[in-house]
């Protein structure tokens, strides 16, 4: 007896048989709402926290808006005529929050933001690698690091964010006050927000906020860039907009928070077997550095010693820009890659990618459907290649033997699993 589970995979969506016994795991999210404009109008006239987004700004005011780059679902073409129409009278500034990845390509900035809004606003991509182009707020706390953040956000009249709250494996949540820091920090900031200890500590990690040693300096460094408003969404599992939350920076990603955890967070009595994960589909599965979120996403609920299997389309490879690749090259094994890392002999961009998927496959056999990414580079990941998840997990099962339990994560890293 089986069942057919549809997975999140590139654009299409991926459809495998499991067996009836297999527990699908997906997040209790809201649907999305049939007209999303009246909410995100009514969240920039009438925010639940603090005055409307047009008193904020005077006209003739140059608006820096920090908006998600191509490699996150925010659905940009929705929002922002909604907010030009508020900004009647006003300069907008896009600068597009790339954090340390690539710059966004034309045709990228063209499907994420439409013709019209390209032609109304200036856009300004950050980079990561530009020292010049940052300015200083005090120092990354607990430590000595300058904070650096994009002169061309900082240095604008008003500054707003626009981002979604989502599980993210290290920082809690994603959107808020990651739209400041690291999405417009220099590369120097960003490394020291990810250093090893930090990433290592237990409480970097999917839905921790307070007391978490990433998220904690990223909410600091935010307070004193001056966010004059913030926009933070609720997404459904289609990837349209399901709640709105809005106007003071740290009280309406609070609210976006609760309302995702509440919805995202699913308990299980014990770790399984078997895991099957995703990275939530385009344009979270574009590449596998992005897909160590599907991957920490199983690994909260995977047994030591279990496999997690990776269904992911990564279009765009490993990717070949970046460190990410260079840095698996670099170490025959994770746990080797571990103990460099712990003795201080890399501090490279991207080692934080590289740290977390590590540990995972350090303590699990990962098996991963990936057509973007070569077997020979899968194998340099630490990684075996399947071209069937379902028959890869009907192997799994039947290695692990009588009673084996497994589950499915059909929507990846949008599921906070936990052992209860």
């Known amino acids: 007896m089986s069942?057919?589970?549809?997975?999140?995979?590139?654009?299409?969506?991926?459809?495998?048989?499991?067996?009836?016994?297999?527990?699908?795991?997906?997040?209790?999210?809201?649907?999305?709402?049939?007209?999303?404009?009246?909410?995100?109008?009514?969240?920039?006239?009438?925010?639940?926290?603090?005055?409307?987004?047009?008193?904020?700004?005077?006209?003739?005011?140059?608006?820096?808006?920090?908006?998600?780059?191509?490699?996150?679902?925010?659905?940009?073409?929705?929002?922002?005529?909604?907010?030009?129409?508020?900004?009647?009278?006003?300069?907008?500034?896009?600068?597009?929050?790339?954090?340390?990845?690539?710059?966004?390509?034309?045709?990228?900035?063209?499907?994420?933001?439409?013709?019209?809004?390209?032609?109304?606003?200036?856009v300004v991509q950050h980079d990561a690698d530009d020292r010049a182009a940052h300015a200083p707020l005090g120092t990354v706390p607990g430590s000595d690091v300058p904070a650096l953040v994009d002169r061309a956000f900082l240095e604008a009249d008003a500054r707003v964010t626009l981002g979604f709250a989502e599980p993210h494996f290290f920082a809690?949540?994603?959107?808020?006050?990651?739209?400041?820091?690291?999405?417009?920090?220099?590369?120097?900031?960003?490394?020291?927000?990810?250093?090893?200890?930090?990433?290592?500590?237990?409480?970097?990690?999917?839905?921790?906020?307070?007391?978490?040693?990433?998220?904690?300096?990223?909410?600091?460094?935010?307070?004193?860039?001056?966010?004059?408003?913030?926009?933070?969404?609720?997404?459904?599992?289609?990837?349209?907009?399901?709640?709105?939350?809005?106007?003071?920076?740290?009280?309406?990603?609070?609210?976006?928070?609760?309302?995702?955890?509440?919805?995202?967070?699913?308990?299980?009595?014990?770790?399984?077997?078997?895991?099957?994960?995703?990275?939530?589909?385009?344009?979270?599965?574009q590449n596998l550095y992005q897909c160590v979120k599907g991957l920490k996403a199983a690994a909260g609920i995977v047994r030591e010693g279990g496999t997690v299997i990776l269904a992911a389309e990564c279009a765009d490879g490993l990717p070949a820009h970046g460190r990410y690749a260079e840095l698996l090259a670099s170490s025959r094994g994770p746990r080797e890659f571990l103990d460099r890392l712990a003795r201080g002999e890399v501090r490279e961009r991207d080692q934080w990618q590289v740290q977390v998927q590590a540990s995972i496959c350090d303590r699990t056999r990962v098996l991963a459907k990936t057509p973007g990414v070569t077997p020979d580079d899968l194998r340099t990941a630490w990684m075996a290649p399947v071209d069937d998840v379902a028959a890869a997990l009907a192997d799994a099962l039947a290695d692990a033997g009588p009673g084996a339990r497994a589950a499915v994560l059909p929507e990846g890293p949008q599921t906070i699993a936990y052992v209860e």
């Open 3 to 122: 069942r057919t589970v549809r997975l999140d995979f590139g654009r299409t969506g991926l459809e495998i048989e499991v067996p009836v016994g297999v527990d699908v795991l997906r997040p209790r999210s809201a649907p999305g709402l049939p007209d999303p404009v009246p909410a995100l109008r009514d969240g920039l006239r009438r925010p639940r926290f603090g005055a409307p987004l047009a008193e904020l700004v005077p006209r003739g005011a140059t608006v820096a808006v920090s908006v998600c780059d191509v490699t996150r679902p925010f659905p940009a073409r929705t929002v922002l005529p909604v907010l030009l129409g508020e900004l009647p009278g006003r300069r907008v500034r896009l600068v597009v929050a790339t954090g340390s990845h690539r710059a966004c390509t034309p045709d990228e900035l063209d499907a994420m933001f439409g013709p019209q809004v390209l032609a109304a606003c200036e």
């Open 172 to 285: 809690g949540f994603s959107g808020g006050p990651k739209m400041v820091a690291p999405g417009l920090a220099a590369l120097e900031t960003i490394q020291e927000l990810h250093s090893e200890p930090r990433i290592g500590d237990p409480r970097a990690t999917w839905g921790v906020v307070e007391g978490n040693p990433v998220h904690d300096p990223v909410r600091a460094i935010a307070a004193r860039a001056g966010v004059t408003f913030a926009l933070d969404l609720a997404l459904a599992a289609d990837k349209s907009i399901a709640a709105v939350f809005s106007g003071d920076l740290a009280r309406e990603h609070a609210a976006a928070c609760a309302h995702v955890r509440e919805t995202a967070m699913v308990g299980v009595p014990r770790p399984y077997d078997i895991v099957v994960t995703t990275n939530s589909g385009y344009p979270l599965d």
